[in-house]
């Protein structure tokens, strides 16, 4: 099979997820509402609090971290809820496609929505609260933003996974994980305040990284971002493996007939 | 060149439950199918004949056994075997909000189509399953009909040369049925597709299938044309006469060649075999009587199901 094949088996989880997404009219308050609610929720509450400028873009950067984190993570656990849903998984896996062909076209169309989220998001702050999320330059911005989307494509493998391994119920889990996420690497917070525990578990979440980097533009200090970029990478290829996995044990327990019944 | 488009030796399928005691739904499976012949598979609800295809098209995959799909081997070459198989199931689904030509489109992807190739494919699967005036409809607004039809344009986006049909024509009325059929009669011949196809419907599987697969509890307990599956069997045919007057009942059923008798006030029912000159002695058994009707009947699958369903 030639290169356009090859792409158009990505593309194809891409396709489904922009039509679904398109004739869906929760979309809107995936892209805007739920998305600016946040915003303004968190950029209100510095206002009431009187925090300075370096503290405003420490939480508006993990209050938007969070939302383009949750927008891509869902479009990559849509790939196999949305076959879930409509019982139509086995058509998908009758297929001669692999897990990488699935995520990563579902990933790609995340991209895309969280990035329009983004853009939304930095508009609208820069205008209401002054945070001008282009201190660093492009660069920073860019390594910050894939640092969001190699996690959520992360939750969006686990999520997978689970519903493979665990069936329907497992749905659940596609609105849960962000918020462990939320919990324990540092959105509102800097991890040092978790309990100990807590804390190790911060230290092994990529994202956590990531917002130390992103953040350290606007107020000054250390951070470990290969560290972020090597458990992004690590995780994937674990998470790529363990995918595969679960589609074959789900191919000897019956579960993916159990899925499209 | 292949002459088997399934190979398979001794396939077992077990499925476990969380506590590990486990289920056995497929026994020591072995059959060959010939590349030319649309082979069926028939038996009672619970017999394995969806658990049979879904491990020949490598949905799901057996605990034991060999199998070869099309010459490949169905543990080492599963990717391949993907690229030249399909299926088309009852109560087929798809992405709901998708219409019949988006997810023709989707589904080709998947199989790698692209450009004005994918484009044409879908339009051509449209075409021959006159599914152009639905084609901008949602899957969840189409009727039955129409959604089993997508299923089988859906299942011809690669022009597999081995199709899998699960109870193609469950649920649909009897005219879509007709259609049906001939779809798949049409897509085996003139595609040159090989078709195993599972169905609970007697006279399909009599219209369609060159060879039969009976299961039973996980175990094929015939295998043969349906023809010699009749014949092998030894099944009677079927003689019903309505009568006025006196008949000798009694006798009639110690006559030789008489398998089954069951009567009621003026009418009876025989299963008989007919080597034995059983209809002319039948008959002299009415003499006192007169007979209004006489039907006789040749056994169908129908007959040989409930035989081995027994």
Excluded at chain 1, 46 to 67: C, H, N, P, Q
Excluded at chain 1, 114 to 142: A, K, N, T
Excluded at chain 1, 180 to 207: C, H, K, N, T
Excluded at chain 1, 225 to 253: H, K, M
Aim: charged share 20%.
């Amino acid at each position: 099979m030639n290169w356009q094949g090859e792409l158009n088996k990505y593309l194809a989880s891409a396709y489904k997820n922009w039509i679904i997404s398109r004739r869906n009219i929760f979309t809107v308050f995936e892209l805007f509402f739920w998305p600016m609610i946040s915003l303004l929720s968190i950029g209100l509450l510095t206002r009431f609090l009187k925090v300075d400028e370096s503290m405003v873009s420490f939480l508006l950067v993990g209050s938007i971290a969070l939302t383009v984190l949750q927008v891509a993570q869902m479009d990559v656990a849509y790939v196999l809820l949305f076959d879930m849903w409509s019982k139509s998984i086995k058509n998908t896996f009758i297929a001669p496609v692999h897990s990488y062909h699935l995520i990563f076209g579902a990933l790609l169309f995340g991209i895309v929505r969280g990035s329009i989220v983004f853009g939304i998001l930095i508009v609208v702050s820069r205008y209401l609260f002054g945070f001008d999320f282009q201190r660093g330059g492009l660069l920073p911005v860019l390594i910050f933003l894939a640092g969001v989307f190699a996690t959520a494509a992360v939750i969006g493998i686990t999520v997978c996974i689970s519903i493979l391994t665990f069936g329907q119920k497992a749905d659940v889990a596609a609105w849960s994980l962000s918020g462990l996420i939320l919990l324990v690497s540092g959105i509102y917070y800097p991890v040092d305040v978790l309990p100990p525990v807590l804390q190790m578990f911060a230290r092994a979440v990529p994202l956590t990284y990531f917002l130390e980097y992103y953040r350290s533009i606007f107020i000054p200090g250390p951070h470990h971002l290969a560290t972020g970029i090597f458990l992004a990478v690590f995780y994937l290829v674990l998470g790529l493996v363990l995918f595969d996995r679960a589609i074959d044990r789900a191919r000897r327990t019956g579960i993916l007939l159990r899925l499209s019944e | 060149m292949i002459e088997k488009s399934v190979e398979a030796k001794g396939i077992c399928k077990r499925y476990k439950s969380f506590l590990g005691t486990g289920t056995t739904v497929l026994n020591n499976i072995s059959l060959d199918i010939d590349v030319g012949e649309i082979f069926g598979l028939l038996g009672p609800n619970g017999s394995g004949k969806t658990t049979l295809i879904s491990i020949f098209s490598t949905l799901i995959y057996p605990e034991q056994g060999s199998l070869s799909i099309m010459g490949l081997d169905a543990r080492r070459d599963r990717g391949e075997i993907r690229k030249i198989i399909n299926i088309s199931t009852a109560k087929p689904n798809f992405p709901w909000s998708l219409t019949v030509r988006e997810n023709l489109r989707h589904y080709g992807m998947l199989y790698g189509l692209y450009g004005s190739g994918l484009s044409r494919t879908v339009e051509d699967q449209i075409d021959a399953f006159e599914l152009g005036d639905f084609r901008d409809l949602k899957f969840e607004d189409l009727s039955t009909g129409i959604k089993q039809r997508l299923s089988l344009a859906k299942s011809m986006l690669n022009h597999p040369r081995l199709l899998f049909l699960d109870e193609p024509t469950t649920g649909l009325d009897p005219d879509i049925s007709i259609k049906i059929r001939a779809l798949i009669r049409r897509i085996h011949e003139e595609e040159n597709v090989a078709v195993v196809l599972s169905t609970h419907y007697m006279p399909e599987a009599e219209m369609l299938c060159d060879r039969i697969a009976f299961l039973r509890k996980g175990e094929v307990v015939a295998l043969d044309t349906p023809q010699n599956l009749k014949n092998h069997l030894g099944l009677g045919e079927r003689v019903v006469i309505t009568y006025s007057g006196q008949a000798d009942i009694g006798a009639l059923g110690r006559l030789p060649g008489v398998l089954g008798l069951k009567s009621e006030i003026g009418r009876v029912e025989m299963v008989i075999d007919r080597s034995e000159d059983s209809v002319d002695r039948i008959v002299k058994l009415f003499q006192e009587a007169k007979i209004l009707d006489i039907n006789i009947k040749e056994p169908d699958l129908e007959d040989v199901f409930i035989e081995l369903a027994r």
